[in-house]
RNA sequence: GGGCGGUUAGCUCAGUUGGUUAGAGCACCUGCCUUACAAGCAGGGGGUCGCAGGUUCGAGUCCUGCACCGCCCA
């Protein structure tokens, strides 16, 4: 026979494995062969048109790692895996983002320390950390180290962190290429944040200037827009009497009553009759009795407290525009500590119309902090000799009306944030907002509706982009300022650095042209001791991972990217920043591809998070379940959907780990001639397997990778392992018929292969342990990871079958027997003296061609078909079960 | 107040351009230790698709309004 000479398909020894699959043992081991392989590692030689780019999410070296993370990294890492088996050659770095705030405060806390930049540093600093079991009121004072000393400890707290990301990466089986790593605060990134600052400030787009900032007084640091947020606070409306200049008076409202000393104007709405006569006169304000503009302005709501208002430098973002708009006096009351400053009634730009009763109730308040003066100056408000006008009632009106209302505070803080002017750095966007938008519209988001996000942030974006802080452990502006006769800062006569001096600290590092011993000195110079806001760095990603403007630098191999992962809170800041260095450095965009990964939920639909106490640890998670079943738990949520966290998912993941190992002994294990795929049924079969691996290729191009494994999986259980493999399991081992018999192995192999591929960036250890059985040796492809992804081409050769319906029909028949045999009670394997299948003429005849298959999955000796109701089914069965004989 | 998303079985979710009787898994009930798999198999019950209108021969799907949940912004 032509099909037996070609040879023989030897079975596996399945007794040399072992009954269960073992993913603590598996795991470890697959992952140290891909390893050897060295099949995640990037090629530099080969052009862009074959490498995949994936802009990695550095994470926070925050020391907490949680489920979402595993969650929204197995996604990306799904479509790597894609995009490897379809030959691309990939580039999937991963950062470590361990510069900045959440670093500092974990020093902070771990080793009970503050930083002090002007101390010096101690080479021989040993601190010990803190028990961590210790309340925070019988811990002793921290210790105050030097910024130096402060940076050694963060770099020891991060790389602990890094150590642990690292093997939570691995054991989740992440494709990575650890060549490929960096951390964002290491020599690269900060070289790269300072060549970033150089090319903007060539072009440009970065201008300094002292002005009203949003300032967290607790972290004493500007903060940018990105990361405000409003919090629903208790606030009181406090009524308050001022009088005119023409010895009238009116009634403000206001809920920073501890303001009053920062009055700088007094505004209603134009059209507020109440009010129109009293534009372009002086207001005098109670307790100090400074006498201030009043000005009509649109912003002003007549519905509002009394319709009239004060407007402070400052209370909030309005007073700030109002303050620029009128050119109303700066009286800042507020210092960077968010204590209430010294001030002295009388001097210039602090008129008072009676300086010695503002100078005794301004006393009262110096070095409080904001609310402790609040509560002085409401009471010195009640006083009617702190009246606007001599001999005057008490100014506050009645009690003060509690109000719910929302305050801005910085993510990070705890403290409302204050307007305060000080000098910081920003970068001009403003005027750039058409083309972020635009180069918004040339990215595609997944899923589409995260574009209008962007576009919606965008648009409303309010400020230019604040990068300067006040903090310790981060990237150093370039840039020193020669200092005058008197030693100050000329802040217009700003000294850059060099590009070949990157990465450089101006606090250490001599300004060109000068002696080191000049810093500090009159006529010589001093570093700006400020540093970026650390998404100056991380929106840098794409430039880091290229190496932008290094040796070896590879912008035009990988540049612009073709993927961003990463989660939808954070479109403002890191998506929005990246899009933004881009356009000014490149004028492109970063990336073609944002896939945005939701959040885990816990069961009450809450975010998950670590205060809640409701996080499940993802290491516990991996080695209860294996990485597998965590990935198809991760695998099976859409892009963009948040995902209520449910356990459940991990045992539905274990348990197809578990049928991908038996389904692959059992197939592996059949023997019998090797020949080609004739069988009308193993036809139809190829034929149905053909049109999923067309939907899931679609599926993963459109990085819909939950709808591939979805499809996958309801092939493989129902149409792979209940049906074909039960309908050729008797002819697979037939004697009497070669041909069918080398068929339907030749399927079953076909069809085992084939789902593999599609299953391995899902389960990569199960799928790769069955591949090395046998597909290994045969395809020359040493891991799954590096076969190709499957192709309908590849089934070319296999005639169609003669009716596209046969594999369904066979499927509706045996699931009639099965019914049958449910029915009465009978187990499935119970041989049947005599099974007759009804349903129309038409089905009948064409279940003709697969009936002997359906004959034996029933265990039939004979089978008949008559024509007949089927009771709303395709087909039913009347069965007649052997007697067994009793035992 | 503006923008975006969601609301489908007890739970978690699919449901492609409108088209037979709305699906899956889990849970539940019944039967079966069947020569790959009891971590299994077979069968079954369970849904007024958030509410109210509208378009259409036909609406879970399109339109309008409303309610509730969530996120972003002011």
Redesign the pocket.
């Given at each position: 026979m032509a099909t037996t000479d070609r040879g023989w398909v030897k079975p596996i020894d399945v007794s040399a494995l072992p009954n269960?699959?073992e993913p603590e043992e598996a795991e470890p081991r697959w992952r140290a062969h891909w390893d050897e392989l060295g099949i995640h590692r990037y090629d530099p030689s080969r052009p862009r048109e074959e490498t995949f780019v994936v802009d990695t999410p550095p994470p926070t070296a925050s020391g907490s790692l949680h489920v979402g993370h595993v969650f929204s990294y197995t996604h990306q890492d799904l479509i790597v895996r894609y995009q490897r088996m379809r030959g691309r050659n990939i580039f999937y770095p991963m950062g470590w983002d361990d510069n900045g705030l959440p670093t500092e405060r974990r020093v902070q806390n771990v080793f009970n320390v503050r930083s002090d930049p002007y101390m010096p540093f101690d080479p021989d600093l040993a601190v010990d950390r803190v028990d961590p079991k210790t309340k925070p009121r019988d811990l002793p004072r921290p210790t105050v180290i030097s910024r130096r000393n402060f940076i050694d400890l963060c770099h020891i707290v991060t790389a602990e962190d890094e150590v642990a990301f690292k093997g939570l990466w691995e054991m989740l089986g992440l494709s990575v290429d650890w060549n490929e790593e960096y951390a964002t605060i290491d020599h690269r990134s900060r070289a790269m944040a300072q060549r970033s600052f150089l090319d903007l400030y060539e072009k440009g787009h970065i201008y300094q200037v002292e002005a009203p900032t949003m300032w967290d007084v607790d972290f004493a640091t500007a903060v940018a827009?990105?990361e405000?947020?409003?919090r629903e606070r208790d606030g009181a409306f406090h009524d308050i009497e001022f009088a005119t200049e023409e010895g009238g008076s009116f009634v403000i409202s206001t809920t920073r009553p501890e303001l009053l000393a920062a009055c700088v104007g007094i505004a209603a709405h134009p059209d507020d009759e109440r009010y129109k006569g009293l534009f372009g006169k002086l207001a005098i304000s109670p307790i100090y009795r400074v006498p201030v503009p009043i000005f009509p302005t649109e912003l002003a709501d007549p519905e509002k407290g009394t319709g009239v208002l004060m407007v402070c430098t400052f209370g909030d973002?309005t007073d700030v525009q109002w303050w620029r708009e009128e050119g109303l006096a700066l009286r800042q009351v507020l210092g960077r500590d968010g204590l209430i400053v010294d001030r002295r009634y009388g001097d210039e730009g602090w008129e008072s119309n009676d300086p010695e009763l503002a100078n005794v109730n301004y006393a009262e308040i110096v070095g409080k902090r904001v609310n402790q003066a609040r509560r002085i100056v409401v009471e010195q408000l009640r006083d009617p000799a702190n009246s606007a006008m001599a001999g005057g009632d008490a100014p506050l009106q009645g009690e003060p009306r509690p109000i719910k209302h929302?305050v801005r505070f910085f993510e990070k803080g705890d403290s409302p944030l204050e307007y305060l002017t000080s000098r910081q750095w920003f970068v001009r966007l403003m005027d750039k907002k058409d083309e972020l938008i635009r180069m918004g519209r040339q990215i595609k988001w997944h899923p589409a509706?995260?574009g209008?996000?962007y576009e919606?942030?965008t648009e409303?974006l309010?400020l230019d982009w604040a990068i300067s802080r006040q903090r310790y452990f981060g990237v150093q502006f370039p840039v020193w300022y020669r200092l005058d006769d008197q030693g100050n800062p000329i802040y217009e006569s700003l000294i850059v650095a060099t590009p070949e001096m990157l990465p450089m600290d101006p606090m250490s590092d001599t300004a060109p042209g000068f002696a080191e011993s000049q810093r500090g000195q009159p006529g010589g110079f001093a570093g700006e001791p400020d540093v970026f806001d650390t998404w100056f760095t991380s929106s840098l990603t794409p430039q880091i991972g290229a190496r932008w403007g290094e040796d070896g630098d590879k912008m035009d191999r990988l540049f612009p990217m073709d993927v961003r992962p990463q989660a939808?809170?954070i479109?403002?800041t890191w998506a929005f920043y990246t899009i933004a260095k881009s356009l000014l450095h490149h004028g492109d965009v970063p990336w073609r591809n944002v896939v945005l990964s939701g959040w885990i939920?816990d069961?009450d639909?809450?975010?998950m998070s670590k205060s809640r106490g409701n996080v499940v640890t993802p290491t516990g998670m991996l080695e209860e379940y294996g990485a597998d079943a965590v990935r198809y738990w991760a695998g099976?949520?859409?892009l963009?959907?948040?995902?209520?966290f449910?356990e459940?998912?991990f045992?539905?993941g274990?348990?197809l780990?578990?049928?991908i190992y038996?389904?692959g002994?059992?197939v592996l294990?059949q023997e019998g001639p090797e020949g080609e795929i004739t069988n009308e049924l193993d036809r139809a079969f190829i034929a149905e397997l053909a049109v999923l691996v067309d939907r899931t290729t679609r599926a993963f191009d459109e990085f819909e990778y939950?709808?591939a494994l979805?499809e996958t999986e309801?092939f493989f259980?129902?149409a792979f392992?209940?049906?074909y493999?039960?309908l050729v399991?008797r002819r697979s081992r037939s004697e009497e018929d070669p041909e069918g018999r080398a068929s339907a192995i030749a399927t079953l192999r076909t069809g085992l292969n084939v789902l593999m591929r599609l299953f391995a960036p899902f389960v990569p250890t199960i799928t790769d342990e069955v591949w090395s059985w046998a597909f290994a040796g045969e395809t020359g492809h040493r891991s799954i990871h590096v076969a190709d992804w499957p192709s309908s081409a590849e089934f070319a050769t296999v005639p169609a079958p003669a009716d596209a319906g046969s594999f369904a029909l066979a499927c509706d028949a045996i699931?009639a027997v099965?019914?049958a045999?449910?029915?009465e009670?009978?187990?499935?394997?119970?041989p049947l003296t005599s099974l007759a299948l009804s349903g129309t003429a038409e089905d009948l005849s064409a279940l003709a061609r697969v009936i002997n298959d359906v004959r034996d999955s029933a265990n039939a000796s004979d089978i008949g078909v008559t024509e007949g109701d089927a009771g709303?089914e395709r087909f039913a069965a009347r069965i007649e079960a052997e007697v067994q004989a009793a035992d």
């Open positions: 269960r699959f827009q990105a405000v947020e409003d973002q929302a509706h995260m209008k996000r919606n942030w409303n309010q939808h809170d479109i403002r939920l069961p639909r809450k975010k099976s949520a859409r963009g959907a948040d995902t209520a449910d459940q998912v045992k539905v274990k348990r780990v578990t049928k038996n389904a002994k059992f294990s939950s709808r979805e309801t259980w129902s392992t209940d049906n493999l039960e399991k699931t099965r019914k045999k449910t029915d009670g009978l187990g499935m394997g119970r709303g």
